[in-house]
């Protein structure tokens, strides 16, 4: 009785998904919800995230502000604690390490973002144009790209942000200006094997330009692809400016970052003040686990074929 | 395989010679030249200055004299803040630690990375997870959080390391092991999928099917195809690594060249900024032009 019970709603369910039917991007999504490390990273990014838009409203003290009571015996005084309110504790001029990561934490994530969203555009742009013009073009375009992947970008990033000042703006124009190179041959190498599909035939014949072509038909069949690169970009860009601030080229103060506030932390750590190196490098660990969790979830659901 | 050679050597030279161009004219497009200081010169002596560094010549004059510098007798020009040291004397006393700690580390994040060879044979045992475990938490270990780690455990905890400074093969250990974790971890995940993949194919089949010890079917049938994707990663690993050098000679105190590039960043040093990064971006030019090589020799299927 129960058995029939049971088989008869087991086949009204089966009837149910097969009316509905599903479609590449909810079978995706399906997939992506069974992978357990990447649905866990994707709420360790979204607490990151919330860290860093709403932290500021937690903290006691401001990050300008310096507690002189501490300051001077920070190793004594300016460890964790929830009665002062520095529940990082501070740093070794007496600011609190909490309000610090937080504003650490957002300029890191910007920079990421920013840098991933740079990539997206231009390279989704520049790798689809190359590959479906093809030919001369395609040749000339990927060389260029050839060139500047050769070329030792951190240093030339560092001397960008020397000769024309180091500054948010610099950054993010130096990291966009390098982050979209991998981006654009990945594309480029979708939208090769995509362009002799009947689709884009069919568009040529009915006498859509190129350029409608380019922006209609091919770039939203790269979205997946473009969506688990960009993922997987964010990490990178926060390395990168993570590097540059660790070497103190980056961001300036009062401004900081994860890289800034990680070097500073590692370079008072033996005067015993650990928590300055232990949170910030702790929020640096998990949200790059986090991206490459999801980046590497994102990439099995959508391509399952690649595993 | 000859025309191929030359095909690439062609690329190469205007590469690095663009390379060279940009990062002069960047220099050039700061603003201020390199005597402005807070103190102002007398103009004679600003002239003098100028004159005898070859500043007040036009550009295009400025580039070919540098660059013809630089092709003819190997010299990047006086640094212009050091008086007394020219950039190549700046090179050549960071190079050599450099290169030493640096090769050193390639070669340990080539061996280790490549035995990940072991968990993909291993597939889906206690030493696949271990190996996948490690290899995807040191990914996010890169070398500016690793330094500061080991020196914490090794030098402030157990006291076994120097922490700093350039010595004996017991001052190499730290910048080695904190250059080369997160390649080793990169290259033991491509070599891992790339193997796991060749072991899905079918010449694997037929190498097993014909009675094969496994060993042979690895060594001789595996291995090599399997190689290929670690092999084009040596190119972009060798670029982030060179890189990662600046932070071990900033954080260990190793005296490299990558603490003369930090300094001049900061001092506004263009000459040995520019020295170095055209040195840089030559062997990076030079490793890349290797590696494809190298591939197309292991693959016979490129075209070339």
Redesign the interface.
């Known amino acids: 009785m129960i058995d029939q019970i049971s088989m008869k709603s087991l086949a009204a369910r089966l009837s149910e998904t097969e009316v509905k039917g599903r479609s590449p991007w909810a079978d995706a999504r399906h997939r992506f919800r069974r992978n357990k490390a990447a649905m866990a990273s994707l709420a360790v990014l979204l607490l990151v995230g919330l860290f860093a838009l709403f932290g500021q409203q937690l903290a006691v003290w401001s990050n300008e502000e310096i507690d002189f009571g501490i300051i001077g015996q920070a190793a004594q005084l300016g460890g964790p604690s929830l009665e002062n309110g520095h529940y990082f504790g501070t740093d070794d001029l007496g600011r609190d390490l909490f309000s610090r990561t937080v504003q650490g934490t957002q300029v890191s994530l910007l920079v990421g973002l920013i840098g991933a969203a740079i990539a997206v555009i231009v390279g989704t742009l520049y790798g689809a144009t190359a590959g479906y013009l093809g030919g001369r073009t395609d040749a000339i375009m990927m060389r260029l790209v050839d060139i500047m992947l050769a070329i030792p970008y951190m240093f030339v990033l560092i001397l960008l942000l020397v000769v024309f000042g180091r500054s948010m703006m610099m950054l993010f124009m130096g990291i966009g200006l390098i982050s979209w190179l991998e981006m654009s041959r990945v594309v480029r190498g979708q939208t090769l094997s995509l362009k002799n599909h009947e689709f884009i035939e069919a568009a040529r014949a009915t006498g859509v330009s190129t350029w409608k072509i380019i922006l209609r038909h091919i770039v939203p069949n790269l979205l997946g692809v473009v969506a688990v690169y960009a993922t997987l970009l964010v990490p990178l860009m926060i390395l990168s400016e993570s590097f540059i601030s660790f070497l103190g080229l980056g961001v300036q103060e009062p401004l900081t970052s994860w890289g800034a506030l990680i070097a500073e932390g590692s370079g008072t750590m033996n005067y015993g003040t650990l928590w300055q190196l232990a949170f910030p490098l702790f929020f640096f660990c998990i949200t790059l686990f986090a991206f490459f969790f999801v980046g590497d979830g994102l990439r099995d659901a959508l391509d399952p074929k690649d595993r | 395989m000859t025309g191929y050679i030359l095909r690439r050597i062609a690329?190469?030279i205007?590469?690095l010679l663009?390379?060279i161009v940009?990062?002069f004219l960047?220099?050039h497009?700061?603003p201020g030249g390199p005597f402005t200081q807070e103190r102002q010169l007398p103009a004679q002596v600003l002239a003098n200055l100028n004159a005898k560094y070859g500043l007040d010549d036009p550009l295009w004059r400025q580039i070919i004299n540098y660059v013809w510098g630089i092709v003819a007798h190997f010299d990047f020009g006086p640094s212009f803040v050091y008086p007394d040291r020219t950039v190549n004397q700046i090179i050549a006393a960071g190079f050599p630690v450099t290169l030493t700690y640096g090769s050193i580390a390639f070669v340990v994040a080539v061996a280790v990375g490549v035995s990940g060879v072991a968990a993909a044979i291993r597939h889906n045992t206690w030493l696949d997870y271990l190996a996948v475990g490690t290899s995807?938490g040191a990914?996010?270990?890169?070398n500016?959080?690793m330094?500061?780690i080991l020196?914490?455990i090794f030098t402030?905890w157990l006291g076994w390391l120097p922490g700093g400074g350039w010595g004996g093969p017991i001052y190499w250990i730290m910048p080695t092991v904190a250059l080369s974790t997160s390649f080793m971890a990169s290259i033991a995940r491509i070599m891992r999928s790339s193997m796991l993949e060749v072991l899905g194919s079918n010449h694997i089949r037929t190498a097993r099917a014909k009675g094969l010890p496994e060993r042979a079917v690895i060594l001789r049938h595996a291995l090599k195809p399997a190689l290929l994707p670690v092999i084009s990663y040596l190119g972009?690993a060798f670029?982030t690594m060179?890189?990662g050098s600046?932070?071990i000679d900033?954080?260990f105190s190793t005296g490299g060249i990558g603490r003369s590039?930090?300094d001049s960043?900061?001092n506004?040093d263009?000459a040995v900024?520019?020295g170095?990064?055209i040195l840089?971006?030559a062997l990076?030019?030079l490793f890349?032009l290797v590696v494809d090589v190298l591939y197309a020799w292991i693959d016979p299927k490129i075209r070339y």
């Open positions: 690329i190469a205007p590469t663009l390379l940009v990062s960047l220099m497009a700061a995807i990914q996010v270990l890169p500016f959080v330094a500061p020196v914490l402030l972009p670029v060179i890189t600046v932070v900033m954080y590039f930090v960043a900061l506004r263009y900024m520019m170095i990064t840089v971006g990076t030019i890349s």
